[in-house]
């Protein structure tokens, strides 16, 4: 009998020191998620050699993208060697990346000194206070904030205050196979391409084995791009005023245009294929982001090059970037800004440019032309690249990601024909007016 | 005097059991309050208010609930989760069944058999549901790629998008899932158990094996069936998560037809950072996962047979 009572006293010490340990609030090298969900890393872990420490604190700054593995394009290992700040690198999972960020101002978790957060969350966490303004930390920095590209800007200008700065600029482009356009005969795409040409080359360029079609025009715009099209045929999307969703007969428009391809096989209906049809050849064309520049590089089998999205009723593009944050409960606010402000230097800023191939959103580094990825030899019209920048806006990545994930798939619904696109639009419309605003 | 003190040490003996016995199933107590019972009062409170994934809140009262009873989506992922969730017991339990009976025959390299039978169901939701996913692919799928060579043509069904495909798809995957898995080894269990007699008695009386498989069978395993449905229900409710996420998407493609509720509560909470909203939606899957319960163990009363 007292043999049990033991037994029982000591399950329920262990259960509580283990409900103890659990909700025990996190040290300097914890962090709020589960060790599946993140992967922590000093930023010299990719290549041979850390930081021998230093003068400087420890920092650990989160990103979606592991750091790059060759040394040298390492931007958080060079910031190691010229700060002598320790830098951690946690990497989380894109797909939970957003929501992991706001449960870490929500509880507000202090293992994370330096947050990229996206366009959408910035302004909520302002509002929450879950990071600190810059504007004094700037006032004595050799960061020229009047030198960013004007959407940066005009973002800040809505915040009150500098409260991110932007750690690259991406953008939207049209990708094509030069080696199709050669054989069927068709000039190759210029930045100033109207939209009705790129139609047509599409048409043109389809290939087809009887009633199946084995080369498609162009590949069906992705969850980025479909935003290209709508906005370029004259909505706005998103309004800064109001933080609302903005569409209407140009979402109409263009989604109709898409459901008349996708019916006559000129694009592939959606799909789980998660194949990229442009690189494996199957697509002549793609709209895509900027940054797959660095991924196709010299890997594949064709010729290939880049333009501007082609302009329909206006020249638009989504302006894609992050932006570099202190953390509001971080304890070690100095060190975090040192080693902001070195990424957000011209040898940080080139770093970053030549291991993603984004450029700088500021404007003077950009234009030293660093993001031109060597691998991608084929590319003759780097003037896309800074043309499509010209065009960029915070479009619909300012929107909640759920609003948007739901009008795109209405979107796909209306290229399969399974709804008109007016009754995608107004689906859209409707899921983002009950969204927003809650 | 003598026999007080003798109750008096009985008494206390009563008391130290009772201690002991609480000492030994508190771990368990400690464990439903906090990770159960406060979770969902927790939930309840949160739905009363706009609670965001960054935390700010306010009480907002029943808002939450009326927004949800005029949204659109609500409704939908309502039909989809009633229909996802009787569809997917009835299809998983017949399965079982059916795959319980097979093995439960008397064959050689039966173990192999039951073993290739259960080996899918240990395979992580998602890693299935990613596996089928790039099967069931359009373009590249293996699914189409076998179909054309079978039909000496380019096959090209788009398994997950067509309306008129995408729940045979879903359902056909669902038996390849932990639950139908683990539902198909309590069925062989049960079946193994049923007395030889009776279906010698009805092989006596002449009676056939459809007569025998509904008059002997299924009334003798018919509280596994009862139990089987219930973890099947609460499984198809919450788990169709980790199996609809990866293979459809948050927004339930095509056109909101896979959005089951536990898909949507997710998108609200993580994607459009509602947490309140969210809390209001999992309050209404709570009802529903008690409701059907409660309807099935209605049903038991009448069609369960207990032997003792």
Redesign the interface.
């Known amino acids: 009998?007292k043999a049990?009572?033991v037994?029982?006293?000591m399950?329920?010490m262990?259960?509580?020191c283990g409900?103890l340990t659990g909700c025990g609030s996190s040290g300097d090298t914890g962090t709020a998620l589960a060790p599946e969900q993140q992967e922590s890393a000093t930023a010299g872990d990719a290549g041979e050699a850390s930081s021998e420490g230093g003068e400087g604190g420890k920092i650990t700054i989160c990103t979606w993208n592991d750091p790059n593995p060759n040394e040298e394009l390492n931007m958080y290992l060079q910031c190691e060697k010229a700060t002598g700040v320790d830098l951690e690198v946690t990497v989380i999972p894109e797909s939970?990346y957003s929501?992991k960020l706001?449960?870490m101002?929500?509880?507000?978790d202090d293992s994370i000194d330096v947050f990229i957060i996206w366009e959408s969350d910035i302004a909520?966490?302002v509002?929450?206070g879950?990071i600190v303004p810059l504007d004094d930390r700037l006032s004595g920095s050799s960061i020229d904030t009047g030198d960013f590209i004007d959407a940066v800007a005009e973002l800040s200008d809505g915040l009150g205050g500098t409260y991110g700065l932007p750690w690259c600029a991406a953008t939207e482009i049209l990708f094509y196979n030069q080696d199709m356009f050669d054989a069927a005969g068709i000039d190759y795409p210029t930045n100033d391409w109207a939209y009705a040409d790129f139609l047509a080359a599409a048409e043109k360029l389809t290939q087809k084995?009887?009633d199946?079609t084995s080369v498609y025009g162009c590949t069906l715009p992705n969850v980025q791009t479909w935003w290209a099209g709508v906005g370029g045929a004259g909505d706005q999307i998103y309004d800064p005023s109001t933080g609302q969703l903005v569409i209407g007969s140009g979402a109409e428009a263009f989604v109709g245009d898409c459901a008349d391809m996708v019916s006559k096989g000129i694009m592939?209906?959606?799909?789980?294929?998660?194949?990229d049809?442009f690189a494996s050849g199957?697509a002549a064309m793609a709209w895509a982001g900027s940054w797959n520049i660095g991924t196709y590089g010299d890997s594949l089998g064709f010729n290939w090059d880049i333009a501007t999205i082609p302009t329909n009723k206006e020249k638009y593009n989504t302006l894609h970037t992050g932006f570099y944050t202190i953390n509001a409960n971080s304890k070690n606010q100095e060190d975090a800004w040192k080693v902001i402000e070195y990424l957000m230097s011209e040898e940080g800023q080139t770093i970053n440019s030549k291991a993603s191939g984004n450029m700088s959103a500021l404007k003077k580094i950009a234009d030293q032309g660093a993001w031109k990825v060597e691998a991608a030899t084929t590319i003759d019209n780097w003037e896309a690249m800074t043309d499509s920048l010209s065009a960029g806006i915070f479009g619909y990545t300012c929107l909640?990601?759920?609003?948007t994930?739901?009008a795109?798939?209405?979107f796909?619904?209306a290229a399969?024909g399974?709804?008109t696109p007016a009754e995608a639009v107004k689906?859209s419309s409707?899921?983002a007016a009950?969204?927003i605003g809650? | 005097m003598a026999k007080t003190k003798k109750d008096g040490v009985a008494h206390i003996n009563r008391k130290k059991d009772t201690l002991t016995a609480y000492a030994f199933i508190s771990p368990w107590i400690i464990g439903f309050v906090c990770f159960t019972l406060f979770p969902i009062f927790f939930m309840l409170r949160v739905s009363l208010t706009n609670r965001k994934l960054n935390g700010a809140s306010e009480f907002i009262g029943l808002k939450n609930y009326v927004n949800m009873f005029k949204s659109e989506a609500f409704w939908n992922s309502i039909r989809v989760t009633l229909f996802f969730t009787v569809i997917m017991v009835v299809v998983t339990t017949i399965w079982a069944v059916i795959m319980a009976l097979l093995l439960n025959q008397r064959q050689r390299l039966n173990g192999i058999f039951q073993f290739c039978y259960f080996l899918p169901s240990v395979i992580p939701s998602v890693a299935l549901a990613y596996a089928f996913r790039t099967i069931f692919g359009k373009e590249a799928g293996l699914f189409n790629a076998l179909l054309s060579v079978f039909a000496g043509k380019s096959v090209a069904i788009n398994w997950l998008y067509d309306h008129s495909t995408v729940y045979m798809v879903v359902f056909f995957i669902t038996l390849f899932t932990y639950n139908t898995g683990q539902m198909m080894m309590i069925f062989r269990s049960g079946l193994s158990d049923v007395p030889r007699e009776l279906y010698e008695a009805c092989d006596l009386d002449g009676a056939s094996a459809a007569r025998k498989f509904f008059n002997v069978t299924i009334p003798m395993i018919s509280p596994l069936v009862l139990f089987n449905a219930v973890n099947g229900c609460v499984s198809a409710l919450n788990g169709s998560f980790a199996l609809l996420y990866p293979l459809t998407g948050e927004s339930g493609n095509p056109d909101g037809m896979t959005q089951v509720l536990s898909l949507l509560i997710y998108k609200e909470a993580f994607s459009n950072m509602k947490v309140g909203y969210s809390c209001a939606l999992s309050v209404v899957l709570f009802i529903f996962a008690a409701v059907f319960g409660a309807v099935l163990f209605g049903l038991s009363q009448k069609l369960v047979y207990y032997e003792n």
């Open positions: 009998m049990k009572k037994l029982a006293m399950m329920t262990a259960m509580a409900m939970d929501s706001n449960q101002v929500a509880t507000k909520n966490f509002q929450a879950g084995d009887g199946t592939p209906e959606p799909s789980s294929d998660t194949a049809l199957k909640p990601a759920g609003v994930g739901n795109v798939s209405n796909e619904s399969m399974q709804m689906a409707d899921y009950e969204t809650y």
